[in-house]
């Protein structure tokens, strides 16, 4: 299988994010990554858990949902990695670029070679997002949002509290992984498991932590996720 990589610079609202994409000759479905507080595109563990996305024939898109200059501000002030309102606008925005571009030509990507159907669906492959940490919660509203575009998500680690009321309105089939010593946010996802307004389901990793640094615990973390992925999208 050939993929095809690029950077990209995305425009969205008043910003340009920066977003490395692979894609799959013929993608089955595109999954969208959000990532958690004070990381970025370069976060190897996402990274790792878009190349087994791309091995099962899905096209990855992970974009920086703060620019360089709001990255140095955060790094210091620790307070727009929890702005979720911020985090889920430019993900909903990249949900609206991702439907409107083309991913089954030669090459990377296109911008604006897309017709969306009345639905809110387009000849595009359908979209799944990708949530870690507080990104979780920025996935899970976007997902909101767009119940139509939004077919799947996949959270690691993630705080789906943070995601307020927006829980209830999802419909979207939502599969959330947390490590078996991460106590408190296993808590935190079973309460948003009986929130979820569709499909749910919580994965304990037996042994993992937050990061999922233990020996095979982010394999199982891109197992998992390739999975439901696969047969959700």
């Known amino acids: 299988m050939t993929v095809m990589e690029e950077s990209l610079r995305v425009p969205v609202a008043d910003v340009v994010l920066d977003a490395d994409v692979a894609t799959p000759d013929d993608p089955r479905g595109v999954v969208l990554f959000a ?35 709001e990255e140095r501000l955060d ?5 727009l990695r929890f702005d979720i309102t911020l985090l889920a606008d430019r993900m909903t925005e990249l949900v609206d670029w991702a439907v409107v571009t083309d991913w089954t030509g030669p090459g990377p990507p296109t ?11 387009s000849g595009s492959p359908p979209i799944g997002l990708f949530g870690a940490s507080t990104g979780a919660a920025a996935a899970l509203v976007a997902a909101a949002r767009r119940p139509t575009t939004v077919r ?39 309460q948003a498991v ?40």
């Open 75 to 79: 790094s210091v002030t620790r307070e």
């Open 111 to 121: 911008e604006g070679a897309r017709t969306i159907t009345p639905d809110g669906r």
């Open 194 to 233: 009986r929130l979820v307004g569709g499909e749910a389901r919580l994965e304990i990793v037996p042994g993992a932590s937050h990061l999922f640094e233990e020996s095979g615990a982010l394999e199982e973390v891109a197992r998992l996720a390739a999975d439901w992925f696969v047969t959700r999208l």
């Open 152 to 190: 799947a998500i996949v959270s690691r680690g993630g705080r789906p509290d943070l995601a307020g009321d927006a829980l209830p309105k999802m419909h979207q089939p939502t599969l959330l992984i947390v490590g078996g010593n991460d106590t408190v946010v296993i808590e935190l996802n079973r």
């Open 35 to 69: 990532h958690g507080s004070g990381s970025s595109r370069h976060s190897p563990r996402n990274r790792y858990v878009a190349a087994h996305l791309q091995a099962a024939g899905l096209a990855t898109v992970l974009a920086d949902l703060l620019t360089p200059a």
